[in-house]
């Protein structure tokens, strides 16, 4: 439960400020200046979507019954995220921005496939 807790307040911090400065953070990301329809998009996307992820993992880790499933499906999203990001390291430019982004996205895909182990070996 704390895994997920942890993971989904990271999420939500990031949504949140994604939502709240979302030319600042698009700029972090690289995406240089926006028009309005592209800080529309970026809003809706890193923003809700990140949100969205956090309130979801929030919920669920609220009932123990839950937290397997919770766990597993973090993982798995989280995982491909990174796979994605190293891949994108891979094809494209790498900077300190994006090498961090990769750090982050590796660790947390690996805390949350530790968090669904050790409760996998609970249960057994």
């Known amino acids: 439960m704390i895994t997920l807790r942890a993971v989904a307040a990271l ?10 400065a979302p030319q600042l953070a698009a700029g ?16 809706t996307v890193y923003g809700g979507l ?6 979801a993992m929030a919920v669920v880790s609220l009932k123990p019954l839950n937290v397997m499933v919770g766990l597993l499906f973090a993982a798995v999203f989280s995982s ?7 891949l994108s390291l891979a094809l494209y430019s790498i900077d300190m921005a994006m090498l961090g982004m ?12 530790s968090g669904w182990l050790r409760n996998v070996r609970k249960r057994d």
């Open 50 to 55: 990140q949100t969205g992820l956090a309130v």
């Open 80 to 86: 491909v995220l990174a796979l994605f990001r190293l």
């Open 11 to 20: 999420y939500l911090i990031s949504g949140l400020w994604c939502a709240a």
């Open 28 to 43: 972090f990301l690289g995406f240089g200046s926006l028009n309005e329809k592209g800080l529309a998009e970026f809003f």
């Open 102 to 113: 990769a750090v982050l996205e590796v660790t947390l895909a690996i805390v949350l496939w």
